[in-house]
Each structure stands twice: as structure tokens, then as C-alpha cells.
């Protein structure tokens, strides 16, 4: 079946602009995870939805950093007056919450260069 | 402050032999942990996972190994293949949250 799926895999963002990130889960998935994954590190949480509540966004950066899944599906994030440091590589994940285990399901990640 | 750690960046090891990955985390209330692998410009691939209330999971080549006392686990991989030449991630959740904490990662080589 598909997987997850991101769009777009890249963007080039000039300092300043607004970008938005589209995320499209497994079907059937409940939860949705977005993380950041800067040059050398490990992906690093941001926020999480259950269905279209957003339960967790603790670890957005800013008040920059906006995240939204309205009908319970697709999940775009949204970064507004891009910085530099906001280069990374943006992972969306689901799962199927209530089968007992963690394991998440990851896209291909959007790589975000802000020049 | 990195709750989760994979201190050694890199491992080379020779195709047939024992890969073993080690990872440390400093947080009690972790009851969960993964393995994730990762090729170039794509996503973490889900490989093994772990419970709190074991000590030990395998799936085909692949074993994890906790030691809650000394918050560390390890992933062996035996025999390595020049296949599983990537980035492995380990990863940590804690009750009630569906939430990871990745460590940093490190690059494992299989030689042929």
C-alpha cells in the first residue's frame, strides 16, 4: 500500500518568505507526527495530531511555526518570514494509534534551504 | 541536554560478521525503544523495537538488547550485510505519549 508521502521533496526559500509543507499519512492513520531533522542530528519532535486535534506542539521552534490537519488527514506545516536556521529536513510520520506498539511510519522528508 | 545518546558517530565492520550498535538514555521514565534505519534522501525505516518489560527482542538478524539498570540497549545485527550500510537511529518514547526522542545516529558500513 502507500506509503507516507511529502510535498514538495525540496524548497528553496529566500530569508523572509512564507512556506508550507503538505504531509499525506497512511489511510486509516490516526496520529501524525511532524520532526525536524537538522544536518547531523536526529529528527527532533515538533508536534503531533490525533484525528484533527492537535495534542502536542511543544516543540515548535516559534511562533513561526504553524501546524494544522482539518479534516483529520493531510497535515500541512507552515513556516512564516523564513530564517536560516530553519534549514533542515521536515519529516512527517503516522500511525495507527491503539495497537500497542510505537512504531511510526515516516515520509521522504522535505528539505527546506533558506538562502 | 540529549536525553537519548548513540556517542560513537561511525562503525565499519566486514559483511558476515556481528554489527553492534549501542545507545544510552538518561531518562527513567522512557518505557519504549526503537531502532530506525536510514538510506539517503529518504525517510527513518521502522527496523526493531523494544518494551520496558523485556530484555530482549529479535527479528530475523536483527536483536535488541535493554538494560534498564544501565539505561543502555544495543541492536546487534548478525551476520551483517553490505545492505544494511546506513544511518541507525534509536529512539525512545515514554508512557502516555506517542512521542520519539531520536538519538543523533550513526553511520554503519558493511564491507564486502
Known amino acids: 500500500g502507500a506509503g507516507v508521502s511529502q510535498s514538495p521533496r525540496y524548497k528553496v526559500a529566500k530569508r523572509g518568505q512564507d512556506v508550507a509543507l503538505r504531509c499525506d499519512p497512511i489511510s486509516g492513520h490516526v496520529s501524525l507526527f511532524w520532526y525536524?531533522?537538522?544536518?547531523?542530528?536526529?529528527?527532533?519532535?515538533?508536534?503531533?495530531?490525533?484525528?484533527?486535534?492537535?495534542?502536542?506542539?511543544?516543540?515548535?521552534?516559534?511562533?513561526?511555526?504553524?501546524?494544522?490537519?482539518?479534516?483529520?488527514?493531510?497535515?500541512?506545516?507552515?513556516?512564516?518570514?523564513?530564517?536560516?536556521?530553519?534549514?533542515?529536513?521536515?519529516?512527517?510520520?503516522?500511525?495507527?494509534?491503539?495497537?500497542?506498539?510505537?512504531?511510526?511510519?515516516?515520509?521522504?522528508?522535505?528539505?527546506?534551504?533558506?538562502t | 541536554d540529549q536525553q537519548v545518546k548513540q556517542n560513537s558517530p561511525s562503525l565499519s565492520v566486514q559483511e558476515g560478521r556481528i554489527s553492534i550498535l549501542n545507545c544510552d538514555y538518561t531518562n527513567s521514565m522512557f518505557d519504549y525503544f526503537l531502532w530506525y534505519k536510514k538510506y539517503p534522501a529518504e525517510g527513518p525505516t521502522f527496523l526493531i523495537s523494544i518494551s520496558s518489560i523485556k530484555d530482549k527482542n529479535e527479528d530475523g538478524r536483527f536483536t535488541v538488547f535493554l538494560n534498564k539498570s544501565a539505561k543502555h540497549l544495543s541492536l546487534h545485527i548478525v551476520p551483517s550485510q553490505p545492505g544494511d550500510s546506513a544511518v541507525y537511529f534509536c529512539a525512545a518514547s515514554q508512557g502516555g505519549s506517542e512521542k520519539l526522542v531520536f538519538g543523533k545516529g550513526m553511520k554503519l558500513t558493511v564491507n564486502p
Open chain 1, 36 to 114: 525536524q531533522q537538522a544536518l547531523g542530528q536526529g529528527p527532533e519532535f515538533l508536534t503531533y495530531f490525533q484525528n484533527e486535534a492537535q495534542l502536542d506542539k511543544s516543540g515548535l521552534p516559534s511562533d513561526r511555526f504553524f501546524a494544522e490537519r482539518p479534516e483529520g488527514s493531510v497535515s500541512t506545516l507552515k513556516i512564516q518570514r523564513t530564517q536560516q536556521e530553519d534549514s533542515a529536513v521536515y519529516l512527517c510520520a503516522s500511525s495507527f494509534l491503539g495497537d500497542g506498539s510505537y512504531e511510526q511510519y515516516f515520509g521522504p522528508g522535505t528539505r527546506l534551504t533558506v
